[in-house]
């Protein structure tokens, strides 16, 4: 989660490419893929491996929040395509 938001892209593709859980949440209930929307810089490749590791874009932390909605406030045009094909 913490690699997804901090844009350490390396860490995240080895975590990831190593078993990491593409649908682990933290304690209030974020999921890596709306960690990855929260990043300083877009990383549509990132959204793209979740989604292809199998990482549910629908899911809603507790407040309700889901990571299209994250990826649309920041303004992360290329992450919002992505997810919005996955929506429908």
Known sequence: M???ASDD???FFY????GADPNARDRR????LMFA????HEEPAMTKALLEHGANPR???YDET??????VL???TQTVALLKNVHH
């Open 2 to 4: 913490y690699a997804a």
């Open 9 to 11: 892209s390396l860490s």
């Open 15 to 18: 975590l990831l490419d190593h």
């Open 29 to 32: 209930g974020y999921t890596v």
């Open 37 to 40: 929307q929260q990043a300083e």
């Open 59 to 61: 899911e809603k932390a």
């Open 66 to 71: 889901d990571a299209l909605s994250i990826a």
């Open 74 to 76: 920041k303004g992360n």
